[in-house]
């Protein structure tokens, strides 16, 4: 077992890189996280003696925040392994209000993750300080920002520990959440590697974080966002140190300090409604703080957005509850019928709806709804007219220009904004993944188009091979012999 202190004392580096000054944080369940020099830094004609250990950013070194977890056992390769892939997702989490780790690593069993220093500290010195509206709307845009940025990842990043002490305070003045490295995506948890019974701060979790069997879910979030600002304006959490699970039946009844318009007050008390559903999203909250207004008054494309998020979250729950109920459950495929007809229908507004019922279903991991998902927002062939037909609905524009030269003809058939073929890349690698044997030409199909986005896209030789070889198998299984000939035409050109 590790002892940090031991490391500070005797000036011994931490994984023969980084000096540990003093303990930042040593109270948490799952980690430490300590103040260290980063020596890779430092000037080669200074010397490690004469770094000073205060704040200031004395001599040439980098001071970085080091978080130290605490596995339950030892990592094994798979642990180790797992740990690397989920740190990578969150590497690729770039947001003006995220606080992004730089590095990653495993020391003697134990993971560790490298962060920017934050000198001005965290959002627990404006503890009872605030004493204007203006100060409240910007601490609610930034963290809603950030939080909306990962809800929105597919499949969504959810913090599970947003609190005072985990919004930081950056050069600029803004406020960067940090500690997302430990969230959960919809669907996993990080309790293999961690110490971590019940993830995130009591005073800080939602009632439905103390259900049985309780699913993270994006709306949990909210909930701590609002017990949070209600802490920084009062000094108290708003339900004690056990959070929602003693929050009483009906309206939220609570006091604010007197300069608190009533609109922020409308803001935290939507923030925490004891039903999950009727909570405000967060990119709802960033816009409504830029304007300075809730709820939003004007008519707007937002509005329809905000539509589109309780269709989304109605089917969800009804979809799951379909498929859970022991009783005359309602198949996906009835779902998914009338998805499809939203979708085909020739007007946008149809268009979006179908496409928030179709993201529901895949969700549940429903593939024939994953399937339309890839199409509806990847590459399309002149054999695909609902695909283009889609994108027009939905305002997607095509003309890539950062594809490959020598697959310029292909640009015109991608989407320009990186995101939307991010996405397709994302579903169609969930259909080769798939266990469903049923749809082996779906799977096929999905594996042909990521080895072109390998190939041309996103260049990347190995992956483009394993791809189109997978598609191969597929092809002499289904007795395919163009798509057998169309994967030894890209196999040639790899090579």
């Known amino acids: 077992m590790i002892h940090l202190r031991d490391f500070a004392q005797s000036g011994e580096l931490f994984d023969g890189r980084y000096k540990l000054l003093r303990p930042l944080s ?49 990592l094994d390769i798979e642990g180790e392994q797992r740990f690397r892939d989920e740190y990578k997702i969150v590497y690729n989490c770039h947001h003006e209000n995220l606080l992004q780790p730089t590095h990653f690593s495993i020391f003697q069993g134990m993971p560790y ?13 404006f503890m009872g300080q605030w004493t204007t509206d203006d100060e409240v709307w910007k601490y609610i845009h930034d963290v809603a920002s950030g939080l909306a940025y990962l809800h929105a990842n597919n499949p969504p990043i959810i913090h599970q520990d947003i609190k005072p002490g985990n919004v930081l305070i950056d050069d600029n003045e803004n406020f960067s959440i940090t500690d ?34 309780a699913v993270p879910m994006a709306e949990s979030d909210i909930w701590a966002l609002g017990a949070t600002v209600y802490e920084l304006l009062t000094g108290n959490v708003p339900f004690g140190e056990e959070g929602g699970m003693n929050q009483p039946e009906g309206e939220v009844s609570l006091e604010f ?20 559903m009727i909570r405000p999203t967060a990119e709802y909250l960033s816009e409504a703080a830029r304007l300075k207004q809730y709820p939003i008054k004007r008519q707007s494309g937002l509005l329809w957005k905000i539509l589109l998020g309780v269709v989304a979250v109605v089917a969800a729950v009804a979809i799951y509850f379909a498929i859970q109920a022991p009783e005359k459950p309602t198949p996906p495929e009835v779902y998914f019928e009338q998805a499809m007809r939203q979708v085909d229908f020739p007007s946008a507004d149809s268009v979006k709806v179908g496409v928030a019922l179709l993201d529901s279903l895949a ?27 889609r994108k027009e609905y939905l305002g997607i524009e095509l003309g890539n220009p950062n594809v490959a030269e020598r697959a310029s003809n292909l640009a015109a058939y991608l989407p320009t904004r990186d995101s939307y073929n991010q996405k397709a890349i994302g579903y169609y690698n969930m259909i080769v993944t798939s266990a469903d044997s049923t749809h082996n030409e779906w799977k096929m199909d999905a594996a042909y188009r990521l080895g072109v986005y390998y190939l041309y896209y996103t260049p ?36």
């Open 26 to 74: 040593t109270a948490g369940g799952t980690a430490d996280v300590w103040l260290a020099l980063d020596v890779n830094t430092i000037d080669i004609d200074e010397s490690l003696g004469d770094e000073t250990d205060d704040d200031s950013g004395a001599g040439s070194g980098m001071k970085v925040a080091i978080k130290v977890y605490r596995p339950k056992n030892a």
């Open 113 to 125: 993750l490298v962060m920017p220093f934050c000198s001005a500290g965290s959002s627990e010195k």
């Open 180 to 213: 997302f490295g430990i969230s959960s995506k919809f669907g996993g948890s990080h309790q293999y590697y961690y110490d971590d019974e019940n993830a995130g701060t009591l005073a800080y979790m939602a009632p439905e974080r103390f259900v049985e069997g």
């Open 257 to 276: 300090p007197k300069f608190l318009g009533p609109e922020l007050q409308k803001l935290i008390k939507a923030c925490l409604e004891r039903n999950p």
């Open 363 to 389: 969700g549940v991991g429903y593939l024939p709804a994953i399937r339309q998902l890839a199409l509806t927002y990847g590459w399309y062939g002149e054999t695909e007219p609902a695909s283009l037909k």
């Open 460 to 495: 990347n030789p190995n992956l483009a091979r394993k791809s189109f070889m997978k598609c191969k198998e597929y092809a002499i299984l289904l007795k395919d012999k163009t798509m057998e000939e169309r994967v030894d035409i890209a196999l040639e050109e790899i090579n």
